[in-house]
């Protein structure tokens, strides 16, 4: 079936350090993708998405560009924030379900 | 406006016992999921709801666990005869229309713990 692989946590990191993220699917046909994050004591929210090949979803600094000949869906930020802190889970699409990755959780230090 | 509301937040329970979980949705939100979080794992589908029509109960792990909706909005998990294993977070989802591209909006969750 369907699987979201990311890499495996825990990331910390320095205030203004690079973030990268690494993300791989396995699916056929071209499924939407998604990248959810979980701030400490709070719910599930859509960070950004992209619904097909070549597309980049960005919002608050972050990218990811939807790169169909590797499957992947790298997410990235060129100066994360302490309030970056978070979960951050991959997510794919397709018919009317997600399929998430396990998260990766990412402490940023000041 | 409201978002996705669930209840309770925290919920202890003897193995063996009963349990049932509530989500809100959004109002006017079609579309109704439910999830599971284990530590260490990323969610885990359970099943869907959308509109009126019959749900997709694919994840539900065992015949221990079923969901309803009542009305078209609110949704209630039950579990019965909890386990160990049982012991997650429950998360609620709801989206507007159908289509994948649409997006799920979170509750907070339930914490689930089956001593």
């Known amino acids: 079936g369907n699987s979201v692989t990311q890499m495996e946590g825990p990331v910390t990191l320095s205030e203004e350090a690079f973030l990268t993220i690494n993300c791989t699917y396995t699916?056929?046909?071209?499924?939407?993708l998604f990248w959810y994050v979980q701030y400490p004591g709070e719910g599930l929210q859509l960070l950004l998405k992209?619904?097909?090949?070549?597309d980049k979803g960005s919002n608050k600094g972050f990218e990811a560009t939807y790169r169909k000949e590797t499957t992947s869906f790298h997410l990235e930020k060129g100066s994360v924030q302490v309030s970056d802190s978070a979960v951050y889970f991959c997510?794919?699409?397709?018919?009317?379900?997600?399929?998430f990755g396990k998260g990766t959780k990412l402490t940023v230090n000041p | 406006g409201a978002g996705v509301s669930q209840s309770p937040s925290n919920k202890v329970t003897e193995k063996g016992k009963d349990v049932e979980l509530r989500c809100d949705p959004i109002?006017?939100?079609?579309?109704l999921y439910w999830y599971r979080q284990s530590l260490g794992q990323g969610l885990e589908f359970l099943i869907y709801f959308q509109g009126n029509s019959a749900p997709d109960k694919s994840g539900l792990p065992s015949d221990r666990f079923s969901a309803e909706r009542t009305g078209g909005s609110v949704s209630t998990l039950t579990i019965q005869r909890t386990q160990q294993e049982d012991s997650a977070v429950y998360l609620c989802a709801s989206r507007a229309g159908r289509g994948e591209y649409n997006e799920q909006f979170f509750g907070p969750g339930t914490r689930l713990t089956v001593l």
């Open positions: 699916a056929t046909g071209y499924p939407s």
């Open positions: 109002s006017g939100h079609t579309a």
């Open positions: 992209a619904t097909k090949a070549d």
């Open positions: 997510v794919q699409g397709g018919s009317e379900k997600l399929v």
